[in-house]
């Protein structure tokens, strides 16, 4: 089965900073997809950023950006610029690909990390 | 207005008692789930949709049952709510499809359930 783990249950970075989340996961799976989300104290999840297993160049978004290390199983996010809107908890979530069939389209999600920012 | 949402947005309830939590969603997603979340623990699925006549079980659906009454919505329901279903719920869809967008789950606001 695919497990997703985050190994910071906290993290702190001062405004305007850069700040980098880890996430590692385990699979036996080539096709999948790896995400970030964040949840801020309003509790809504939000997409931050995806990617494509298949895909080699990793993805940005705007002052979020991964590094995704198919080999070593690693998808960690860089947060350039720190905000104090970025206090939130991340979850780092796993999706098998469609090609597996069965519960394809479910997320696996690690436990979180607190990102706290100080001004 | 909201794409996912969810009522209601925060429930308090007793043992035993039988409770229906709904999600809507006007994306016209083919896919829809109810998650649980813990403090701690991240979120579990407890029961998916692929369409309206494809319900499947997650990954913690004991005391729980769902119904997907027309594409746009689907419900969850506590037969007989105990202390510990007390958590953060929520609904989420996708889209069917091979294209990373189309693989992503877009949330409701949750809802809140404290069983008393």
């Known amino acids: 089965a695919q497990t997703v783990t985050q190994s910071q249950p906290e993290m702190s970075v001062q405004e305007a900073e850069t700040v980098t989340l880890s996430c590692t996961y385990d699979?036996?799976?080539?096709?999948?997809?790896l995400f970030w989300y964040k949840q801020p104290p309003s509790r809504q999840m939000i997409l931050v950023i995806r990617?494509?297993?298949?895909?080699?160049q990793n993805a940005t978004e705007n002052r979020f950006s991964v590094n995704f290390q198919k080999a070593a199983k690693s998808f960690s996010l860089k947060i350039s610029d720190s905000q104090l809107g970025d206090a939130a908890m991340y979850f780092c979530?796993?999706?098998?690909?469609?090609?597996?069939?069965?519960?394809?389209?479910?997320?696996?999600f690690g436990k979180g990390t607190k990102l706290s920012v100080k001004p | 207005d909201a794409d996912v949402t969810q009522t209601p947005r925060n429930r308090i309830t007793k043992t035993g008692k039988r409770i229906m939590l709904e999600c809507s969603q006007t994306?016209?997603?083919?896919?829809m789930y109810w998650y649980r979340q813990d403090p701690g623990l991240g979120l579990r699925l407890i029961y998916y949709s692929f369409d309206v006549k494809d319900i499947n079980k997650g990954e913690i659906s004991d005391g729980y049952s769902v119904s997907r009454q027309a594409q746009a919505k689907f419900s969850l329901s506590l037969e007989s709510a105990i202390p510990n279903q007390t958590a953060l719920y929520f609904c989420?869809?996708?889209?069917?499809?091979?294209?990373?967008?189309?693989?992503?789950?877009?949330f409701g606001p949750g809802t809140r359930l404290l069983v008393l």
């Open positions: 994306k016209g997603h083919d896919r």
């Open positions: 989420a869809t996708s889209e069917f499809g091979t294209s990373g967008t189309q693989e992503t789950q877009y």
């Open positions: 990617q494509e297993a298949y895909k080699q």
């Open positions: 699979t036996s799976e080539s096709d999948y997809y």
């Open positions: 979530a796993y999706r098998r690909g469609e090609i597996y069939g069965g519960s394809q389209g479910n997320l696996i």
